[in-house]
C-alpha cells in the first residue's frame, strides 16, 4: 500500500468504526499483515452489515472520493459492494456479505498493526475459506500457498467446514484434499 493510500484508509476504518459497522481485513491485504502476501491493486474489507449499501458515503467520508454502491440480486452470494477509488490511489473495496459463515470470519479476526492503523485481519483458515468460496484461479493460488505456509490452517479449515453450506463444505473438502498433507 503506497503512502498516500494511508490516510484513506485510516478514515475509512474510523467511520466504519464509528458507525459501529463490524469488519475485517480479507484477500491479498490480510495476507500480507499475516507476512504472506502478495502484490494487489485494491484493499479488501468484508462486512455483513447491510446499512453500508444504504449509507452516505461521500458524506461520512468526507474525501473527494468517488464511491460506486453495487448491490446484489437476490440469488448473488453477495448482498454488495461499495468501491472507493481514491485518485492515483489503490481502490478499497467493502464487500458486503450475506451468510452467517461470513459473519463468523468477522468475529474471529484478529487485530494487527496494518501500516499504522490498527486492523480486524482475518485468520489464515478464514482468508483460505474466503479464497476458496471466491474460486478464482488467483485465489487457489493463495488459498494453497497460505496452507503451504501455515499448515495448521488445514485443521482449522477442517473443522470450520463442517458448520458451512452444503456447496462451500465439498468446495473445501476438494481444496483440502487437494492441497495439504
Same mark, same amino acid.
Given at each position: 500500500?503506497?503512502?498516500?493510500s494511508?490516510?484513506?484508509?485510516?478514515?475509512l476504518?474510523?467511520?466504519?468504526?464509528?458507525?459501529?459497522?463490524?469488519?475485517?481485513?480479507?484477500?491479498?491485504?490480510?495476507?500480507?499483515?499475516?507476512?504472506a502476501?502478495?502484490? #494487489?491493486?485494491?484493499?479488501?474489507?468484508?462486512?455483513?452489515?447491510?446499512? #453500508?449499501?444504504?449509507?452516505?458515503?461521500?458524506?461520512?467520508?468526507?474525501?473527494?472520493?468517488?464511491?460506486?454502491?453495487?448491490?446484489?440480486?437476490?440469488?448473488?452470494?453477495?448482498?454488495?459492494?461499495?468501491?472507493?477509488?481514491?485518485?492515483?490511489?489503490?481502490?478499497?473495496?467493502?464487500?458486503?456479505?450475506?451468510?452467517?459463515w461470513?459473519?463468523?470470519?468477522?468475529?474471529?479476526?484478529?487485530?494487527?498493526?496494518?501500516?499504522? #492503523?490498527?486492523?480486524?485481519?482475518?485468520r489464515?483458515?478464514?482468508?483460505?475459506?474466503?479464497?476458496?468460496?471466491?474460486?478464482?484461479?488467483?485465489?487457489?493460488?493463495?488459498?494453497?500457498?497460505?496452507?503451504?505456509?501455515?499448515?495448521?490452517?488445514?485443521?482449522?479449515?477442517?473443522?470450520?467446514?463442517?458448520?458451512?453450506?452444503?456447496?462451500?463444505?465439498?468446495?473445501?473438502?476438494?481444496?483440502?484434499a487437494?492441497?495439504?498433507?
Amino acid at each position: 500500500m503506497s503512502d498516500e493510500s494511508l490516510p484513506f484508509l485510516a478514515k475509512l476504518v474510523e467511520v466504519l468504526e464509528r458507525e459501529k459497522v463490524p469488519y475485517v481485513l480479507i484477500g491479498a491485504f490480510a495476507m500480507m499483515a499475516r507476512n504472506a502476501g502478495r502484490a #494487489t491493486f485494491d484493499v479488501d474489507f468484508m462486512t455483513t452489515d447491510s446499512r #453500508t449499501l444504504k449509507m452516505d458515503w461521500p458524506l461520512l467520508v468526507r474525501l473527494d472520493v468517488p464511491v460506486e454502491v453495487r448491490r446484489g440480486e437476490h440469488d448473488d452470494p453477495l448482498a454488495g459492494v461499495i468501491r472507493f477509488a481514491p485518485p492515483s490511489q489503490m481502490s478499497f473495496d467493502l464487500v458486503v456479505g450475506k451468510w452467517k459463515w461470513q459473519k463468523d470470519i468477522i468475529d474471529r479476526a484478529e487485530r494487527f498493526d496494518v501500516r499504522g #492503523t490498527i486492523l480486524p485481519v482475518a485468520r489464515v483458515a478464514d482468508i483460505c475459506l474466503q479464497k476458496i468460496d471466491t474460486g478464482g484461479p488467483q485465489d487457489a493460488r493463495d488459498a494453497a500457498m497460505l496452507l503451504e505456509r501455515f499448515p495448521s490452517a488445514a485443521q482449522e479449515l477442517r473443522q470450520l467446514s463442517a458448520s458451512l453450506p452444503e456447496s462451500l463444505r465439498k468446495a473445501c473438502e476438494a481444496f483440502l484434499a487437494a492441497h495439504s498433507s
